[in-house]
């Protein structure tokens, strides 16, 4: 797939979720300029997320521009007009800031709504466990956000309120079809949490903390409120982040993890960043290690990329490989499908 189809792949699944991002993005596909411009990602970086944050993150910056008047996330209502001119004059005016932001930054969404997702599944895993305790390693942590899943508020319809009930984070999932997650009031008991990124964010930064907003489309006014709150929770209890290539660095980490602890290796929307034969690798640690400890793999389907996502558990004993589908979900938790037992 070309540049110029990705730019449409993306308006289109963007159409629902942020009409200013559908439009800008399908004018791009047709610009020769703006798509040199978003060239600039790194390989295997999405080029119309990076483009699309890195215009967020100046304007977030306070860059004047009459664009701004189409960001809600500026004070802005957004007038009754083609955004596009707008848009294109300040890819242009501010051409080498833009290159340089894409060239050097990362997808990196760090989205807690996520975490509506791995609840259950967490749950789900310390049920079949063979120890009472948990490690937890997450590949692609960002800034680690997600690895404070424990200290937020869930609020799942026809279920109800799960988690910490005075924490500035409250996630509101829909719960849909007919099974029933497996929750519980009483939290699983980690012992050991780490994450791994090829490049960590430091929420104690104003540059990184707005560049996890620059990456929340800037409509979704309820999605930068829980971020503020989890970069407020994660600035109070700092998690262990590991900086370094995932299939260099992990060995260390599962070695690391105490061996009376069932080990979940976890990520969200990471996979599909990834080469196949770095999935392989990641395979292939995680089923030696599994002679020493038994290992919780929980992921999605790195075929997928867009649309709703399948999250998966592969669980390695001895060598022995056994694997599912648990769950559909909505990429920000909006609503989760249980499909595990």
């Known amino acids: 797939m070309d540049i110029s189809d990705t730019f449409l792949r993306y308006a289109g699944w963007v159409e629902d979720k942020c009409p200013l991002y559908a439009t800008v993005a399908e004018a791009t596909a047709t610009d020769d300029h703006l798509l040199d411009i978003a060239s600039e990602a790194s390989v295997s970086q999405p080029e119309p ?16 521009h009459p664009l701004a008047q189409f960001y809600p996330t500026c004070n802005r209502n957004g007038p009754d007009e ?3 001119p707008h848009f294109r004059d300040f890819c242009v005016t501010n051409e080498d800031t833009l290159r340089s932001i894409i ?5 990196q969404t760090n989205d807690v709504g996520r975490s509506a997702i791995l609840l259950p599944a967490f749950e789900h895993v310390s049920r079949i466990a063979e120890h009472n305790l948990l490690a937890q390693i997450e590949i692609g942590t960002s800034a680690g956000l997600n690895l404070n899943w424990d200290q ?13 009930s005075d924490s500035p984070v409250t996630i509101t999932t829909e719960v849909r079809g ?3 997650p497996p929750f519980s009031q009483d939290l699983p008991t980690i012992t050991h949490l780490r994450g791994i990124d090829l490049h960590t964010l430091d929420v104690t930064t104003e540059q990184d903390a707005r560049w996890l907003h620059a990456l929340i489309h800037p409509n979704q ?13 994660a600035r109070e209890k700092q998690p262990s982040l590991v900086e370094g290539d995932a299939v260099a660095e992990l060995p260390t980490q599962l070695l690391a993890a105490p061996n009376k602890a069932d080990l979940i290796v976890f990520s969200t929307h990471v996979l599909y960043q990834l080469e196949e034969s770095t999935i392989a690798d990641l395979r292939s640690l995680l089923s030696d290690h599994s002679t020493e400890q038994p290992v919780h793999w929980l992921s999605i389907d790195p075929d997928e990329g867009l649309g709703r996502p399948t999250y998966r558990l592969v669980t390695f004993k001895e060598g022995d490989v056994t694997e599912s589908q648990i769950a559909q979900f909505e990429s920000y938790g909006n609503w989760i499908r249980w499909q595990g037992a």
């Not at 060239?103 to 997808?107: E, G, V």
Request: with cysteine; aromatic share 6%.
């Open 82 to 84: 083609d955004p596009v």
């Open 103 to 107: 060239a050097t930054r990362r997808c």
């Open 152 to 164: 937020y508020q869930y609020e799942f319809d026809a279920i109800g309120e799960i988690g910490k």
């Open 49 to 64: 997320e990076l483009l699309l944050a890195a215009v967020h993150s100046l304007l977030l910056q306070g860059r004047d």
């Open 221 to 233: 006014l309820r999605r930068h409120q829980q971020l503020t709150g989890a970069i407020d929770i």
């Open 178 to 180: 007919d099974h029933r």
